[in-house]
């Protein structure tokens, strides 16, 4: 059996609590035999109430998307912003014209 929640505990014992003064209040019962009847009838009241307090759920992991909500999806144009530290011009190959007309490789 799992533990109580913290929820079902504070509304089963607030049930207790109010379910036994209010039954007291209003039977008026000064005996023995009818003060345990309504403690006993309390605490059956409050067991049912901390059993019926809905537990948390777990979230889906990943939910499917609908026709309807891929309909409603607005796609957003992104313009690139070139880099500070992109070359602003690409070679055209991979060897320069040397000065001296040789070929060679490009860079250092």
Known sequence: MPRPTAAQLAYGSATVIFST?????????SSGLG??????????LGLLVALTVPLP?????AAPATAAATE???S????TVP?????????????EVAPSGTRGPAGP
């Open 21 to 29: 003064l209010a039954m007291l209040l209003l039977s008026q019962t």
């Open 57 to 61: 759920k777990s979230r889906p992991a």
């Open 83 to 95: 880099s500070a530290a992109a070359p602003q011009a690409a070679p055209e190959s991979v060897y």
């Open 35 to 44: 003060v345990s009847v309504i403690a006993l009838a309390a605490l059956g």
């Open 72 to 74: 409603e999806r607005v």
């Open 76 to 79: 957003v144009q992104r313009a």
